[in-house]
């Protein structure tokens, strides 16, 4: 069994800064992506940004130059570092891991950004 565990979020204010960690443990073999994905009130969740098991990075056209998602130290963590928050920014952020082995996809609860205008 893989777990999945997020940090970091919070409330901040238009133009803020927060930063969100992604964690994968358990029985984590070979990761094909990890990706932040937000859940918006009433809206589906989409994809924010991703980075593959050679470092490629993909991102929202609405989040590009302002956030970044990297590696953390720790193995099996990613980052995501996000600048100049908007207000449509707010949602609950999930991150989901995705493996080689099946292609098996793991979710984390989710942590609630919120930005005030």
């Known amino acids: 069994q893989v777990q999945v565990e997020e940090s970091g979020g919070g409330l901040v204010q238009a133009g803020g800064s927060l930063g969100l960690s992604c964690a994968a443990s358990?029985?984590?073999?070979?990761?094909?992506?990890i990706g932040w994905y937000l859940q918006a009130p009433g809206k589906q969740r989409e994809l924010v940004a991703s980075?593959?098991?050679?470092?490629?990075?993909n991102y929202a056209d609405s989040v590009k130059g302002r956030f970044t998602i990297s590696r953390g130290n720790a193995k099996n963590t990613v980052l995501l570092q996000m600048n100049s928050l908007k207000p449509e920014d707010t949602g609950v952020y999930y991150c989901?891991?995705?493996?080689?082995?099946?292609?098996?996809?793991?979710w984390g609860q989710g942590t609630q950004v919120t930005v005030s205008s």
């Open positions: 989901n891991v995705n493996l080689v082995f099946q292609g098996r996809n793991y």
């Open positions: 980075i593959s098991s050679s470092d490629s990075t």
């Open positions: 358990g029985s984590v073999s070979r990761i094909n992506v």
